[in-house]
């Protein structure tokens, strides 16, 4: 089969690699009919994630069909239509107990296109199957369901539950990329009171309007102030922080009022400062985390109902083979205004973004 390789920094190759097999009882291969490129695939290109070897095939999202399943895999058969978590889970260790299946302590974790090869490919063999893979319900089209594999609970849990959005709440989203504008359309399920998007890119600040943002601010234009006349001097109940750099975290710390949460998102590459000086006296929570996906079912339903506007992130399309011109594409977002691009299934025609 053709898969996307890693062949260590600043090389990928769409190439033959052999087919996937089981290999354990619980394992299934799907083949993949739908997938898209994460901005961590594009960490992982740089070389800033070096547990990910040489050879390796990279992609942690993907909605496919089950090909063949292991002797131990109950809840899904060859034919189905299923999405493919990108966190596969055990079930049985103490943290996939407790619904914390990315600490999965069992083998699982985020392990496709990381530990194991990934969903990149033609097809790909997806661990614990009975809890890794979520079957698709027929109104459920695949380029919508392939953003629940990662961007969409992401958001949610990491950004919208951990920062415990509730009715009229001011909500601030600092970086509004997939993950950022996914967490202004799940905040929504909450009512909040309003939602301030914030980023440097006007683009972006236009999709976040789109998806429900009530203002916006470029992250240049004192954003702060912004935050501070809109709420009577007060502050934000909830900052999510969707980027993953110093300024932006230290930025949510600023614009959160007393008692409220700063829900950090981001995946960080250096170290933030966290101005205790200022925040001891605030009552001031903050939390961390790497999705778990447990939201995963709940979210398939909200796109079932049509509740979850996902293919509105969908701004470019290839067929599975053009997946190099796809990466391309995806990493020079500033110039083409990708914000998320999808491989496989028709409609195969490229469309060029706005
Ligand atoms: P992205 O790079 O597409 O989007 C980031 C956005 O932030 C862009 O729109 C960019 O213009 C904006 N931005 C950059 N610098 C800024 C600044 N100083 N002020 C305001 N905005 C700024 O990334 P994404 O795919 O949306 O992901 C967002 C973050 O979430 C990344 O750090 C990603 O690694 C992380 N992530 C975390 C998890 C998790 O489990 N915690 C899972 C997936 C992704
Ligand atoms: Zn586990």
């Keep these: 089969m053709k898969a996307l390789v890693f062949h260590g920094p600043g090389k990928t190759s769409w190439q033959d690699v052999p087919d996937p097999a089981i290999e354990d009882p619980a394992d299934a291969v799907v083949r993949v009919d739908t997938v898209t490129i994460c901005g961590t695939d594009l960490h992982i290109v740089k070389g800033d994630v070096p547990e ?13 069909t089950v090909v063949d399943a292991g002797p131990g895999v109950r809840t899904v058969r060859p034919g189905d239509r299923v999405l493919v978590s990108c966190i596969s889970a ?4 103490r943290f996939c107990r ?20 990934g969903t990149q490919a033609e097809y790909v063999r997806v661990p614990f199957a009975d809890l890794s893979l979520h079957p698709l319900p027929s109104a459920v089209r695949s380029e919508d369901a392939v953003l629940l594999a990662d961007i969409f609970p992401t958001a949610y849990e990491v950004g919208v539950l951990a920062g415990q959005v509730a009715p009229g709440d001011t909500v601030v989203v600092v970086g509004a990329g997939p993950v ?18 914030v980023d440097l890119a006007d683009t972006r600040l236009a999709a976040a309007r ?19 006349d809109l709420t009577g001097g007060l502050g934000a109940d909830v900052a999510v922080e969707a980027v993953g750099v110093p300024e932006t975290f230290e930025l949510c710390t600023r614009v959160v009022r007393p008692g409220g949460r700063v829900a950090n998102v981001g995946v960080h590459g250096k170290p933030a400062v966290l101005h205790l000086e200022d925040l001891w006296i605030r009552d001031v929570t903050i939390t961390t985390g790497l999705v778990d996906t447990f939201s995963t079912p709940l979210l398939l339903d909200m796109l079932a109902s049509g509740r979850l506007p996902s293919s509105r992130l969908v701004t470019h399309r290839f067929p ?10 995806f990493a020079k977002a500033a110039d083409t205004g990708a914000l998320k691009v999808v491989l496989g299934e028709p409609p195969h025609d490229t469309v060029v973004a706005a």
């Design 52 to 64: 990910v070897a040489s050879g390796r095939v990279l992609g942690h999202e993907a909605v496919g």
């Design 320 to 329: 599975l083979d053009r997946m190099e011109e796809a990466y391309e594409v």
């Design 90 to 93: 055990c079930g049985r260790c």
């Design 98 to 117: 407790e619904n914390r299946y990315g600490q999965c302590r069992g083998g699982g974790g985020w392990i496709l296109g990381h530990l194991v090869d």
């Design 180 to 197: 950022g504008l996914a967490a202004i359309a799940t905040a929504r399920f909450f009512t909040p009171g309003r939602i301030i998007a």
């Design 210 to 228: 789109e998806l429900g943002a009530d203002a916006t601010v470029n992250a240049a234009e004192e954003p702060a102030k912004l935050v501070e």
